[in-house]
């Protein structure tokens, strides 16, 4: 099956196959052995897609993935892209992707149709039990079951009709009975929820639990304010979505949906969330009321499969989708927004693909790389709960943590080149906040050769890429196939050390 061809999780799972990049799972506990197999999936070199079923207690067919984007090829096939990606170059391929979405987006309005796979059970009122489906606690500290990881919850600005589509984590609540959506502050989907509060009360919600995972991607990107995010799939597919507009809540059902739940979020099912291991590596945010779903009806497919992405102290499940997705987002912005010499960027995922992001430049004037670290901390696609900027000069290749550890011991001077930037945007995922607003500072870190000493600066110590490149042609039966040799022929010391990198 071609990538082109993927209409739902089904398809996906066949392309995943073919790839030889999916592993079946057989007879795993839902109670912390699903969870603690992935988390040592992610730490592999090239962690699979893991397909769990024969859950114990479980009818055979009900089953949870997990892993379907923990890597350059996933990644890629399910942002249609192709296939033959390193991480660099899946970033490259994606900068400039973004906006190209967003301003086709229009032009792929969802196309409604009267029935979807998902209908073929339907649960209502007193028969609404989420227990029947093996949902994974997936972390020993957890305070329950999550149902959602990588799901996406849809909701709608009452005043503008817009939908939105956003990965939040979902609770699951009264022995299956409902569920708890903690939106983050500030997102899309909270706005929505703030606005129908005032309004009605209620907030009419549908969340998919099952899907193509470009959903849950889609779901997680800052797709900006009045773009849905079932518009923007369409435009990386380039095809509209087909939905079934629900006569409950009013809103959509991907007809490529496995499991969904409607309902409303009503103040009074408030219920107790958390904790819950998350994308920073801690258990970030406590226990809380958060407000609960009460559940109309549940619809699943026969068969159905929940989409798992549990998040851990990193590499976890979607690290490095957010990790590629952030990169080529952040490095899209700086080349709209004017500065010269950009090479690359990455959003490592050690920090989630959040906290830690690293740019590689060629630098031009005096001031060069301050102004892109300071353009780079506030840009839309950074600024929610970063940590620290790191530039380094284009020989530095963003994507190793090494070679940036290397540049900071010998191109920084701590007490000239840190820059601290206070009161931004942070948010109570942070391990760091305790109590008030949830501001965040920043550091930026100035890891380039000084301007003004670029030309006099002592030289790298590091044979040219052509004396390697020649070299491992000769030698390479001694050295072995795992040895990363530059593919480029430039004779400088220092050049063509990034060679994915763009040239502006």
């Not at 839902?30 to 009818?59: H, K, T």
């Not at 923990?70 to 390193?86: C, E, I, K, N, V």
Request: net charge negative; proline share 7%.
């Amino acid at each position: 099956m071609d990538f082109d061809e993927i209409k739902d999780l089904r398809d996906w799972l066949q392309v995943a196959r073919d790839m030889d990049a999916l592993t079946d799972v057989s007879g795993a506990h839902w109670d912390l052995e699903i969870g603690a197999i992935s988390q040592l999936n992610y730490r592999r070199q090239q962690p699979a897609a893991l397909l769990f079923d024969d859950v114990p207690g479980y009818p055979s067919g009900y089953r949870v993935l997990t892993g379907s984007v923990s890597d350059a090829a996933r990644t890629a096939m399910t942002m249609r892209l192709g296939q033959g990606f390193t991480d660099q170059e899946l970033v490259q391929a994606l900068v400039g992707k973004p906006g190209e979405w967003e301003q086709t987006a229009s032009k792929f309005d969802p196309i409604a149709v009267d029935d979807a796979p998902v209908f073929e059970n339907v649960i209502e009122g007193a028969d609404v039990d989420l227990t029947r489906f093996p949902v994974p606690l997936w972390n020993e500290l957890d305070g329950g079951r999550f149902i959602g990881t990588g799901c996406i919850v849809f909701t709608r600005d009452p005043d503008t009709g817009d939908v939105n589509g956003g990965s939040y984590r979902v609770q699951m609540q009264d022995e299956g009975r409902s569920v708890t959506v903690d939106a983050v502050p500030g997102k899309h989907g909270a706005q929505h929820i703030d606005k129908w509060l005032k309004r009605e009360g209620r907030v009419p919600v549908t969340i998919s639990f099952g899907h193509d995972p470009l959903l849950m991607i889609v779901g997680g990107t800052e797709v900006p304010q009045g773009i849905s995010e079932l518009n923007y799939a369409g435009a990386i597919t380039g095809r509209p979505l087909e939905v079934v507009n629900s006569e409950i809540t009013g809103l959509p059902i991907p007809v490529s949906s496995e499991f969904v739940v409607e309902g409303w979020l009503d103040p009074s099912f408030s219920r107790v969330e958390g904790p819950f291991a998350e994308w920073t590596g801690h258990y970030s945010g406590g226990d809380s009321p958060v407000i609960g779903l009460d559940i109309a009806r549940v619809l699943h497919r026969d068969d159905p499969i929940i989409l798992g992405a549990p998040p851990s102290k990193p590499p976890h499940d979607y690290s490095y989708m957010r990790t590629v997705m952030k990169s080529a987002m952040i490095q899209e912005w700086l080349v709209h927004s004017g500065v010269p010499g950009v090479k690359g960027v990455w959003a490592d995922e050690a920090g989630g693909g959040r906290m830690f992001v690293v740019v590689a430049i060629e630098q031009r004037f005096c001031g060069h790389s301050r102004q892109v670290g300071f353009l780079t901390a506030q840009s839309p696609a950074a600024a929610y709960l970063n940590r620290w900027v790191v530039v380094v000069d284009h020989d530095v290749d963003p994507t190793d943590l090494s070679d940036v550890i290397w540049a900071m011991s010998t191109r920084c001077d701590p007490a000239a080149d840190i820059e601290i930037m206070r009161k931004s945007w942070g948010g109570k995922r942070d391990p760091l906040l305790i109590d008030g607003p949830s501001y965040n500072s920043r550091a930026f870190v100035d890891a380039c050769r000084p301007f003004e000493h670029f030309d006099d600066f002592p030289a790298v110590a590091v044979a040219s890429p052509r004396l390697l490149k020649e070299t491992y042609e000769k030698w390479g039966h001694v050295l072995g196939a795992d040895v990363p040799v530059p593919g480029g022929a430039s004779e400088g010391p220092t050049s063509g050390a990034v060679t994915a990198m763009t040239d502006d």
